[in-house]
């Protein structure tokens, strides 16, 4: 069974650093592009970084310069590094693996249960 498990999310002041982290077990990652998404109460999940099987990464405008997917293939986890949060950031945080189509789409074949990121002003 595949499983992507998110870690990390948490409360942090405006201005604040968090790491989230999602590993993977019961098939590697290694050949897949790997996402990272988010979702606020009643908006729509939104992409946020991605990060191709040969490192090339991917970032929405709005946290450019400020997140970092990278990962690690020996550990078949992915992370999300979290610098200079804004209380717009706060949601739901999800991983995903392996695009059907775009990597920016929700096209994913296989979702964690994602991490709540709460940022307070």
């Known amino acids: 069974q595949v499983q992507l498990v998110e870690s990390g999310g948490g409360l942090v002041q405006a201005g604040g650093s968090l790491r989230l982290s999602c590993a993977a077990s019961?098939?590697?990652?290694?050949?897949?592009?790997m996402g990272w998404f988010r979702q606020a109460p009643g908006k729509e999940r939104e992409f946020v970084a991605a990060?191709?099987?040969?490192?090339?990464?991917y970032h929405a405008d709005f946290v450019k310069g400020r997140f970092t997917i990278s990962r690690d293939n020996a550990k078949n986890t992915v992370y999300l590094q979290m610098n200079s949060l804004k209380p717009e950031d706060a949601a739901v945080y999800y991983c995903?693996?392996?695009?059907?189509?775009?990597?920016?789409?929700?096209?994913?074949?296989?979702w964690g249960q994602g991490t709540q990121v709460t940022v307070s002003s």
């Open positions: 995903a693996g392996r695009p059907v189509r775009g990597y920016d789409s929700d096209s994913y074949d296989y």
């Open positions: 019961g098939r590697t990652f290694s050949r897949d592009a």
């Open positions: 990060i191709m099987w040969n490192g090339n990464t």
